[in-house]
């Protein structure tokens, strides 16, 4: 991949392999480079927070085009009690909103790659002893159109394909946890996140966990939304990219701040700089210092 040096910013959005391949061909050219590969995006649910308000929002947003959004919830934490309700909702919610996954109302999986990759991904995780939950046990998709029901996979581990790379589909794994200081600890010692999602209407927790959760972008008490927000800057850090984008800051990341000087008739600073130097230009100096704060 060559890219001729000079040239305005180059933006790629897709995944960390491709764009750690776009960063070095931009750097052997030295090219400036705005880099969107979204990853593996968390939600966390408070003890707080309403289940079932929890469970509509997050269904609406991992069931939205079949979960292939680069910054929709990719896997939930759950207090450990509450798991088997938002399990009963999870399948409420798709029985009521997609009666017919067949239907258009519910997204075919972009091509057959994709298809044969989420397929091998809930096999993995149950080959590993995930218990995988089918939230439309009673349909029969249709599987020549690339239709696969939402999932809810619990007892995850670090291990399972699931856990290690971004699913984009309608795969969610849960995680329980007790402590909000579980939740900060996984998520920090992960790649870093194009988004966080945590739901709480407790406003210390919430603000908690925006400041000690490193991510691109934060939605809290929803998901995916933030990105429709175009006067806020949109972005990845880390693993998850780098430079943002949207409003007032897509226009930054395109264009080249070029700064240009034009001298009046008089150069003050030839007068009062020039050698030998004296109390004048001392004085000229810490002048300009003391400007400068």
């Known amino acids: 991949m060559g890219i001729p040096q000079g040239l305005s910013p180059v933006f ?8 750690r391949a776009v ?10 480079v ?14 707080d927070f ?28 759950l207090p450990e009690a509450s798991t088997d309700a938002f399990v009963a909702h ?28 989420l397929v091998a991904t809930l096999a993995d995780a149950q080959a590993r002893g995930a218990t995988v939950i089918n939230l439309a046990p009673d349909q029969q998709l249709d599987a020549g159109r690339r239709k696969i029901a939402p999932h809810i996979v ?5 291990e399972m394909t699931i856990m290690k790379e971004e699913i984009f589909g309608p795969i969610l794994p849960v995680k329980p946890y007790r402590e909000a200081d579980e939740v900060i600890a996984y998520v920090n010692a992960h790649d870093r996140p194009l988004a966080f999602y945590p739901f709480t209407n407790d406003k210390r927790l919430a603000e908690r966990y925006i400041t000690e959760v490193l991510s691109g ?6 998901a995916i939304v933030q990105v429709g927000q175009h006067d806020l800057p ?31 008739r008089i150069s003050s600073i030839q007068a009062v700089l020039q050698p030998p130097y004296g109390k004048l230009a001392k004085f000229a100096l810490d002048w300009m210092f003391r400007l400068r704060g």
Request: proline share 6%; hydrophobic share 40%; with cysteine.
């Open 12 to 19: 790629r959005t897709g995944s960390s392999g491709v764009g």
């Open 23 to 32: 960063m070095a061909s931009a750097a052997a050219n030295l090219c400036p």
């Open 34 to 47: 705005t880099l969107e590969l979204g990853g593996k995006a968390p939600a966390v649910v408070a003890p």
């Open 50 to 77: 309403p289940l079932a308000t929890a469970a509509e929002r997050i269904l609406w947003a991992k069931c939205m085009n079949a979960g292939q959004v680069c910054v929709n919830v990719d896997y939930l934490f």
């Open 90 to 117: 999870a399948k409420r919610l798709v029985a009521e909103r997609y009666p017919d996954l067949n239907g258009p109302d519910y997204t075919t999986i972009i091509d057959q790659p994709a298809f044969d990759r």
């Open 154 to 158: 619990l007892g995850v581990s670090d």
């Open 217 to 222: 972008s934060v939605g809290v008490n929803e």
């Open 234 to 264: 949109f972005g990845g850090v880390g693993a998850s990219g780098m430079g943002h984008y949207h409003g007032y800051e897509g226009f930054l990341t395109f264009s080249k701040l070029r700064p240009v000087f034009r001298q009046a």
